[in-house]
């Protein structure tokens, strides 16, 4: 609508001034909450910027905190079912009726200054599988007069401690040992002078718990 020329009453011209300003202050207010929503999403960008660059650290093969860390027991701990294997069974004790003692002299005569070499061989005679210890310590073996009367030497005398050695036998295997003895004579405790044992003949046994072997023949010329 085209206005006449000339100036406006006051009323007119007032209310148009008020109209004016009132639209001023809706555009100012149009801006600054448009610039407010551009300013917290802007914000919010920024954070999941951070977030992505976290997320791309952790997965570049680079190590985090967490990882250079003390591992977590719970993963280190491998469980029943992603174990390899199950733990082998323990195997029973084999008692001494399930063994037996043999020994061998390696060879039928020696000379008076010569150390006799003697061999044990001990064997599971049962139908199971079972374990003994068989440390020297536990091994007796001893030289002793042809009619068994008179005991000469004796292994544990002067060695009665030994390193344990468990063995474990299938049924029908055997555990073999060497002994070698210095030809002189001995007390228990290793008490009193060793004295080289003369020309004869005499026997060696072997003995593992209560199982003694048949004794062996041999001689001293």
Not at 120 to 128: C, E, L, W, Y
Not at 165 to 177: I, K, S, V, Y
Not at 178 to 206: F, K
């Amino acid at each position: 609508m085209l206005e006449p020329n000339g100036p406006l009453p006051p009323e007119i011209y007032w209310r148009r001034r008020a109209v004016a300003i009132g639209a001023m202050v809706i555009g100012l207010a149009l801006v600054l909450w448009v610039g407010f929503a551009l300013l917290k999403g802007g914000g919010d960008h920024k954070s999941d910027t951070k977030a992505a660059a976290s997320s791309s650290a952790a997965t570049s093969g680079k190590p985090s905190g967490s990882a250079t860390g003390t591992p977590d027991p719970s993963s280190a701990k491998p469980s029943a079912a992603s174990s390899s294997g199950a733990a082998p069974a323990a195997q029973a004790q084999c008692p001494d009726q399930s063994l037996a003692v043999k020994v061998t002299v390696g060879q039928a005569t020696y000379k008076v200054g010569e150390q006799p070499q003697f061999g044990i061989v001990i064997t599971n005679i049962s139908s199971g599988v079972c374990e003994r210890d068989m440390g020297s310590g536990l091994q007796l073996v001893q030289v002793q007069s042809l009619d068994g009367q008179r005991k000469l030497w004796s292994s544990t005398d002067c060695y009665p401690d030994g390193t344990p050695d468990m063995r474990t036998l299938a049924p029908g295997q055997q555990a073999a040992f060497t002994v070698t003895w210095s030809g002189a004579s001995s007390q228990p405790g290793c008490a009193g002078e060793r004295l080289q044992v003369p020309s004869g003949p005499y026997t060696v046994v072997a003995q593992l718990g209560s199982v003694r072997s048949q004794p062996e023949p041999f001689n001293i010329a």
